[in-house]
């Protein structure tokens, strides 16, 4: 059994307060931002000679100056929620991506994971916590209390209103808030009741040895694979390319499912070489590492292949309204926007290619936390353009962002490390224990 030491339990309340606190500092900071600051800022932004909206409903209804005034305002005061947005979605997928990557486990038979299984079960133990989060992000919204989603303003769906948007009217039928409300609902539950009874299962598993019970968890595991597969291709939409949503991208659900894909891996790794590194878990090893590694390597490349894929088509073609969407991050998010390929693709690529190094635990150690700090910098670029626009570089939104990651962090520790100390860690009931336990790479 895992002893969730007093220790490590303090670190994680830490970060938990640590992030509220710069979080909230950052929030009345923000909120002290008046209408004459906000104009000196848009006038900043102009005189840099940037004028490429980083959102294409900008280009939709008047345009003059009391409506940019209007739309900058929304802009800077989305800093707290879209801030908090883009973390709580990140990691709320890599929980649901690790149980992904356990079922497929279970549904191919695989024997060599079941060392770490109750590894990936502990992780899913966030799901609900991490929800919860997502869900309180959307009450905000659709009460109007956030403005992240431009396609929620009933205005712009009135063909009555000077704001209305013909693209946005159209895509209402899936685009409305109940639709969407109950979406996100069954997103959280339907993800967190698998976590739970995929993790009960398993113990249900140990405690009876039948096969019968085993079969159960593949029957569950394949029901996961299916929930998972059309959820986070609609959470994509929902949570992340609805925010600018007059831009559409084939592409777009694979990049992102796969960025916490390839960041559910480097969690499981880390996770799993701390309980190694402590005495734990001495039975993973360096095969059990090794692919481990090669997950991480062969998801973060394909990650790099969607990306490109999808950036590579829509730049070739030039299609005002989604060529759009890559000039606003070249021009308002040039820091941010390329330089994001250095961590999730060619640190990996230069590093991890051995077959070698991928039996180091260092190395891959600290690989694990350069993929997680690149996808996390990726779902940044995804929901700060549509949503802060150019008003980022600005110590709110840094005192925002970092409180966020140390909040969400601090939780996905606490849920994760309480859950693990309720599991034993070897499942003594699988089938496919011993195959683990001596599972050795050929090469």
Same mark, same amino acid.
């Given at each position: 059994?895992?002893?969730?030491?007093?220790?490590?339990?303090?670190?994680?309340?830490?970060?938990?307060?640590?992030?509220?606190?710069? /979080?909230?500092?950052?929030?009345?900071?923000? $909120? @002290?931002?008046?209408?004459?600051? %906000?104009?000196?800022? =848009? *006038? #900043?932004?102009?005189?840099?000679?940037?004028?490429?909206?980083?959102?294409?409903?900008?280009?939709?209804?008047?345009?003059?100056?009391?409506?940019?005034?209007?739309?900058?305002?929304?802009?800077?005061?989305?800093?707290?929620?879209?801030?908090?947005?883009?973390?709580?979605?990140?990691?709320?997928?890599?929980?649901?991506?690790?149980?992904? /990557?356990?079922?497929?486990?279970?549904?191919? $038979? @695989?024997?060599?994971?079941?060392? %770490?299984?109750?590894? =990936? *079960? #502990?992780?899913?133990?966030?799901?609900?916590?991490?929800?919860?989060?997502?869900?309180?992000?959307?009450?905000?919204?659709?009460?109007?209390?956030?403005?992240?989603?431009?396609?929620?303003?009933?205005?712009?769906?009135?063909?009555?209103?000077?704001?209305?948007?013909?693209?946005?009217?159209?895509?209402?039928?899936?685009?409305?808030?109940? /639709?969407?409300?109950?979406?996100?609902?069954?997103?959280?539950?339907?993800?967190?009741?698998?976590?739970?009874?995929?993790? #009960?299962?398993?113990?249900?598993?140990?405690?009876?040895?039948?096969?019968?019970?085993?079969?159960?968890?593949?029957?569950?595991?394949?029901?996961?694979?299916?929930?998972?597969?059309?959820?986070?291709?609609?959470?994509?939409?929902?949570?992340?390319?609805?925010?600018?949503?007059?831009?559409?991208?084939?592409?777009?659900?694979?990049?992102?499912?796969?960025?916490?894909?390839?960041?559910?891996?480097?969690?499981?790794?880390?996770?799993?070489?701390?309980?190694?590194?402590?005495?734990?878990?001495?039975?993973?090893?360096?095969?059990?590492?090794?692919?481990?590694?090669?997950?991480?390597?062969?998801?973060?490349?394909?990650?790099?292949?969607?990306?490109?894929?999808?950036?590579?088509?829509?730049?070739?073609?030039?299609?005002?309204?989604?060529?759009?969407?890559?000039?606003?991050?070249?021009?308002?998010?040039?820091?941010?926007?390329?330089?994001?390929?250095?961590?999730?693709?060619?640190?990996?690529?230069?590093?991890?290619?051995?077959?070698?190094?991928?039996?180091?635990?260092?190395?891959?150690?600290?690989?694990?936390?350069?993929?997680?700090?690149?996808?996390?910098?990726?779902?940044?670029?995804?929901?700060?353009?549509?949503?802060?626009?150019?008003?980022?570089?600005?110590?709110?939104?840094?005192?925002?962002?970092?409180?966020?990651?140390?909040?969400?962090?601090?939780?996905?520790?606490?849920?994760?490390?309480?859950?693990?100390?309720?599991?034993?860690?070897?499942?003594?009931?699988?089938?496919?224990?011993?195959?683990?336990?001596?599972?050795?790479?050929?090469?």
């Amino acid at each position: 059994m895992y002893s969730f030491s007093p220790k490590l339990r303090l670190v994680s309340i830490i970060l938990l307060v640590a992030g509220l606190v710069l /979080f909230g500092v950052g929030y009345f900071m923000n $909120h @002290a931002i008046d209408d004459t600051k %906000i104009e000196h800022m =848009m *006038e #900043a932004v102009n005189a840099s000679g940037h004028n490429n909206p980083t959102h294409s409903s900008q280009l939709v209804g008047p345009q003059d100056h009391e409506a940019h005034l209007k739309h900058a305002k929304h802009q800077v005061h989305n800093q707290p929620l879209a801030s908090l947005h883009f973390v709580s979605v990140f990691f709320f997928g890599v929980a649901c991506a690790v149980m992904f /990557f356990y079922s497929i486990q279970h549904a191919a $038979h @695989a024997g060599w994971p079941v060392i %770490i299984s109750r590894v =990936m *079960e #502990a992780i899913g133990g966030f799901i609900p916590w991490g929800g919860a989060v997502v869900l309180i992000i959307m009450v905000l919204n659709v009460t109007h209390n956030g403005h992240l989603f431009h396609w929620m303003d009933p205005n712009v769906i009135n063909p009555d209103h000077e704001d209305f948007d013909v693209i946005l009217y159209e895509k209402s039928k899936f685009l409305n808030i109940p /639709f969407y409300v109950f979406r996100n609902i069954l997103y959280v539950v339907g993800a967190s009741f698998f976590a739970w009874k995929l993790r #009960a299962q398993s113990k249900k598993v140990d405690v009876t040895k039948s096969p019968r019970e085993y079969q159960y968890l593949y029957r569950w595991s394949i029901g996961y694979i299916a929930f998972f597969s059309l959820a986070s291709a609609s959470w994509a939409w929902d949570w992340l390319m609805s925010i600018d949503s007059h831009w559409y991208s084939t592409m777009y659900i694979w990049y992102s499912m796969v960025s916490c894909l390839a960041s559910a891996i480097a969690v499981v790794i880390i996770l799993s070489v701390y309980l190694k590194k402590n005495g734990f878990l001495p039975q993973f090893n360096d095969n059990h590492l090794h692919d481990l590694a090669k997950y991480l390597f062969a998801s973060s490349m394909l990650w790099t292949y969607t990306w490109f894929a999808q950036f590579m088509l829509y730049w070739y073609a030039n299609v005002p309204e989604e060529a759009n969407y890559f000039f606003g991050r070249f021009e308002h998010y040039e820091e941010s926007f390329l330089p994001m390929l250095i961590p999730n693709f060619l640190i990996p690529l230069l590093v991890m290619v051995s077959s070698s190094i991928k039996r180091n635990y260092k190395v891959v150690t600290a690989m694990a936390f350069v993929v997680i700090f690149g996808h996390l910098w990726d779902y940044f670029n995804m929901v700060m353009p549509g949503t802060v626009g150019p008003y980022w570089r600005t110590p709110e939104v840094l005192l925002l962002t970092l409180g966020s990651i140390l909040f969400i962090s601090g939780l996905f520790m606490l849920t994760t490390l309480m859950t693990l100390a309720k599991l034993k860690l070897i499942p003594e009931g699988n089938p496919f224990l011993k195959e683990s336990k001596i599972f050795e790479y050929p090469f």
